[in-house]
């Protein structure tokens, strides 16, 4: 799996978008960018995943660089239950995949 | 509701003893998997599973073991040879696009 480069923390207030920025420089021509995120003391969430086009789904949407070196996650209004921590993740696509290698990710506390 | 169930929520253990964590899912996928996590850091992979009776040790296997006797089950045991088994232990399953489904955790303490 390629590697990730992630802030450790960001702020953001409640109603406003929040965007949360990955790195991802070594991703390889068929890796996919994942989106995970943690509530304290809950299991891993999956919100959403992309090849190089942009993605939105219910939660979020992803935009991810022409060059694919970076991405970013977006929550358009985000609500106090958002407060989390967020994993970007590079692996391949397809079932029978070989596990996650997570990071520290970003901590992201939504402020009232 | 389908999803991932795990239990017990919490688990103490004495040491030297063995203990198993259950691990159960009702989306139908084949491939499940066991991670570890240790307070402040990320999930690490202890074993996975991608077909009934086949299953690849992870990044840190060493002191556990596992079994896939049944699709829907994989239960992951903490043996005594383990020798920091405190941690928060969650089990995945793999959907068709590699997008994980995690339940809700064991928190295990030894004592």
């Known amino acids: 799996d390629a590697k990730t480069t992630q802030p450790p923390s960001m702020d953001c207030a409640e109603g406003r978008a929040a965007n949360l920025p990955c790195n991802h420089s070594t991703i390889s021509g068929n890796e996919y960018v994942y989106w995970y995120r943690q509530i304290h003391s809950q299991g891993p969430q999956y919100i959403i995943h992309?090849?190089?086009n942009n993605e939105t789904n219910e939660m979020a949407s992803l935009i991810i660089t022409e060059d694919r070196k970076s991405s970013t996650l977006i929550l358009p209004h985000a609500t106090l239950r958002d407060t989390a921590v967020y994993y970007c993740?590079?692996?391949?696509?397809?079932?029978?995949?070989?596990?996650?290698?997570f990071g520290k990710g970003t901590h992201l506390i939504i402020q009232p | 509701d389908g999803g991932i169930t795990q239990s017990p929520k919490y688990l103490f253990r004495k040491e030297g003893q063995n203990v198993t964590l259950s691990c159960e899912q009702n989306l139908n996928h084949d491939a499940m998997y066991w991670y570890r996590q240790d307070p402040g850091q990320g999930l690490r992979l202890i074993y996975y599973s991608q077909i009934v009776n086949d299953f690849q040790k992870g990044d840190i296997a060493e002191g556990y073991s596992v079994s896939r006797e049944k699709k829907e089950s994989f239960p992951l045991t903490v043996t005594s040879a383990q020798k920091n088994p405190t941690a928060f232990y969650l089990c995945?399953?793999?959907?068709?696009?590699?997008?994980?489904?995690f339940g809700p955790g064991t928190r295990l303490t030894v004592l």
């Open positions: 995945a399953s793999g959907g068709e696009y590699n997008e994980q489904f």
């Open positions: 992309g090849l190089k």
């Open positions: 993740i590079v692996t391949y696509s397809g079932g029978g995949a070989d596990g996650l290698t």
